[in-house]
């Protein structure tokens, strides 16, 4: 039975150390109760307590880092089974999967695709996070010369896939600074596999023809002290695949079975030949519940609805999702152009601003930061109020880049006017539409 808060603080030090980035031992206990912290962060607890607090110190999905360094993907650590009980914790990598025996063109085009493709969206930057590299040639200088290809592209975050283990080995020698996940332990290599992922400190992904056939070789893996596994299932259809990880994510967190606590890695580019139908193949592991998830090919119109929908997936539900407090400058405005405020409610921000782009008038758009809420919502909360926002007015430095002083407010929070009047003297303050839709003849209509 998982152990409460209070009973994981009874068996830590009690030092409040703050060694293990908590600023006390009953916020780390808290933490650990949870599955959010991993008992190893405790410098100071004994090995007694550390034998009663195996269990509660491990999340139900073992958290595995793939790479190094500030890039590096991380994922498992999830307790929840579905996102609205709590929130899911690390998102799934997306990644594409070059192939040693590919024309050297068809290479580089990949490649400069999963550099170059990137997007940004409320203060975030979206972009793929892996590259699998598979070993098909039979040839171990080709595979090399993959790797070596792909790390002078900058890419630190590496799948390394091949059938023999003789050129596997070399291949994860070539890049084990890296830390690469090697793929894949099968009932015929588990043993010979398991101990180059020990002696190369790196991750190793299973792969088997069943649930069992996996949690039999994760046993073994955790019997040799290799903690950091990925699970393939082997399942090739979408219906099967789903099925699978479904069944691994209760099982670890409703049953508490450990041999099925992993990642999952999963290809929807090896179950149909429709690049349209791997992405929504695709789509589908983002919520349920892909660690990795590998596709022929990345392009912008298949990376950035699923980065979009993996960046909304893992936000806190508990958390409004917000854009960056700021000024926001739109169509290139001037001196003498408008200037709107607004909530930094994502949704509010992404309606406001596009509806200012399409109007094409140079527009300064004001952002302020009310926690994630829409502008009503803030207003009734006293965040986005007369006093809230002519401080941010004055210090965000917006009266040195126009030459007037008018600011345009939501006309849904029109009653804010008359103390925003007292609170910023020296400018003028008018109603905007209530709908950003109306945003367009308004702004076309302003003179400064």
Same mark, same amino acid.
């Given at each position: ?216 070789? !994760? ?104 854009? !960056? ?114 945003? !367009? ?8």
């Amino acid at each position: 039975m998982a152990l409460t808060g209070i009973d994981i603080f009874k068996l830590l030090p009690k030092t409040n150390c703050q060694e293990c980035g908590v600023p006390t031992c009953m916020a780390f206990a808290m933490k650990l109760a949870a599955g959010q912290a991993e008992l190893d962060a405790c410098p100071y607890v004994s090995d007694e307590a550390r034998q009663q607090l195996e269990e509660a110190s491990a999340p139900p999905i073992r958290p595995v880092v793939i790479g190094s360094g500030d890039t590096a993907l991380k994922v498992g650590g999830e307790n929840v089974i579905f996102r609205h009980e709590k929130t899911f914790v690390n998102k799934p990598g997306i990644g594409v999967l070059l192939d040693d025996g590919m024309d050297g063109s068809v290479l580089d085009d990949k490649l400069k695709k999963f550099t170059g493709i990137k997007y940004e969206r409320v203060g975030l930057e979206l972009f793929a996070d892996i590259v699998a590299l598979r070993e098909s040639s039979g040839d171990a200088n080709a595979f090399l010369g993959l790797i070596d290809k792909v790390k002078k592209a900058g890419v630190s975050n590496m799948v390394l896939m091949s059938e023999k283990t003789d050129i596997l080995s070399e291949g994860v020698k070539a890049a084990k600074e890296l830390k690469p996940l090697i793929y894949a332990a099968t009932n015929g290599n588990c043993k010979d596999l398991g101990q180059l992922a020990l002696d190369n400190e790196c991750p190793l992904a299973v792969k088997g023809s069943s649930l069992d056939e996996v949690a039999a070789m !994760t046993k073994e893996l955790t019997d040799m002290k290799l903690k950091d596994i990925v699970i393939d299932t082997g399942a090739t259809t979408l219906r099967q695949s789903f099925e699978d990880h479904i069944g691994i994510r209760r099982a670890a967190l409703t049953d508490k079975f450990r041999p099925l606590g992993f990642p999952t890695i999963v290809f929807p580019c090896t179950m149909t030949d429709d690049p349209l139908q791997e992405t929504l193949f695709a789509s589908t592991f983002i919520p349920k519940y892909g660690g990795i998830i590998i596709l022929s090919e990345l392009e912008g119109h298949n990376l950035f609805p699923l980065a979009v929908q993996r960046m909304n997936i893992y936000t806190d539900p508990q958390r409004p999702m917000a854009t !960056t407090e700021g000024i926001y400058e739109i169509n290139s405005p001037d001196t003498d152009s408008p200037i709107v405020i607004t909530s930094n409610f994502a949704l509010t921000y992404f309606i406001v601003s596009g509806e200012v782009e399409s109007s094409r008038v140079p527009t300064w758009l004001l952002i302020k930061d009310t926690e994630g809420l829409s502008v009503l919502t803030a207003w009734a909360a006293g965040k986005f109020v007369a006093d809230a926002i002519a401080p941010f007015v004055k210090k965000c430095g917006i009266e040195d880049s126009v030459s007037h002083r008018k600011i345009i407010i939501p006309g849904a929070a029109a009653t804010i006017s008359g103390e925003l009047d007292e609170e910023l003297p020296d400018w003028e303050v008018q109603i905007g539409p209530r709908e950003a839709a109306h945003l !367009t003849p308004f702004l076309k209509n302003w003179s400064a």
